[in-house]
């Protein structure tokens, strides 16, 4: 079962999902005959399947195993482990990605609130829901709320990573569009100056400039 199973991961990690969901659905029926349904275990390989099912972009098919996996962590572990935060975090990406931000925002900011207890406020289980939320936030029509967690994630992510690095660059860039996607280029027209005046420092202007340009 336990090699059934590490199969199965292996296959998610690589993307190859329509093969490691026969064996995670294998996986989750033995466990629940074995161990029983709300067995910590089992839950495990819900949620797993669930992810498989979003890394598809099939979010109508894992919400109700998101659902399902998140309320069974929650009555039996607790709202606030760790298991229960990370089925949580998948359930809100599932609601927001089926545009249906009002449901997704307090799950999100849960998580966030916990994990930014646990963690730190720079962590990356926590930046990963900053970053998240913020667009959940402009999606659901709350620029107040927006705005203040997309800059607190660029500065956040300045901060742990650096802020003379290509992956800081690119970050610069997705915050800047995010922002204007959601009709705030007042707080996008900085983002993408620094952008691209990182990308010149990156490669010089008199050498590749049209190419660092470019990749805007």
């Keep these: 079962l336990l090699s059934m199973h590490n199969l199965a991961t292996a296959y998610s990690v690589v993307r190859r999902y329509e093969e490691a969901l026969p064996l995670q659905q294998r996986v989750l029926d033995i466990r629940r005959r074995v161990l029983g349904p709300d067995a910590r275990e ?14 598809q972009q099939r979010f109508d098919l894992a919400l109700p195993i998101c659902k399902e996996a998140f309320e069974r962590f929650h009555a ?13 975090d998948s359930l ?14 307090p799950l999100l900011e849960h998580v966030l609130e916990c994990r930014s207890k646990s963690y730190g406020p720079d962590h990356d289980l926590t930046l990963s829901v900053v970053s ?18 997309i800059q607190r994630y660029v500065e956040s992510f300045g901060k742990t990573k650096g802020t003379d690095t290509p992956i800081y660059a690119t970050t610069l860039y997705r915050a800047s569009q995010r922002l204007f996607d959601h009709d705030q280029p007042a707080d996008a027209v900085p983002y ?25």
């Design 42 to 55: 089992t839950l495990i390989t819900l949620n797993e399947i669930g992810t498989t099912h979003i890394n």
């Design 76 to 88: 039996t572990l607790g709202p606030d482990h760790p298991d229960t935060l990370r089925a949580e």
């Design 92 to 105: 809100g990406g599932v609601y927001w990605s089926l545009k249906q931000p009002a449901k997704a925002v």
């Design 132 to 149: 998240v939320l913020g667009v959940v936030y402009l999606d659901a029509g709350d620029p107040a709320k927006g705005v203040p967690m």
């Design 192 to 216: 993408l100056r620094q952008c691209l005046a990182l990308r010149q420092q990156q490669v010089p202007v008199g050498v590749h400039g049209h190419a660092a340009a470019g990749r805007l």
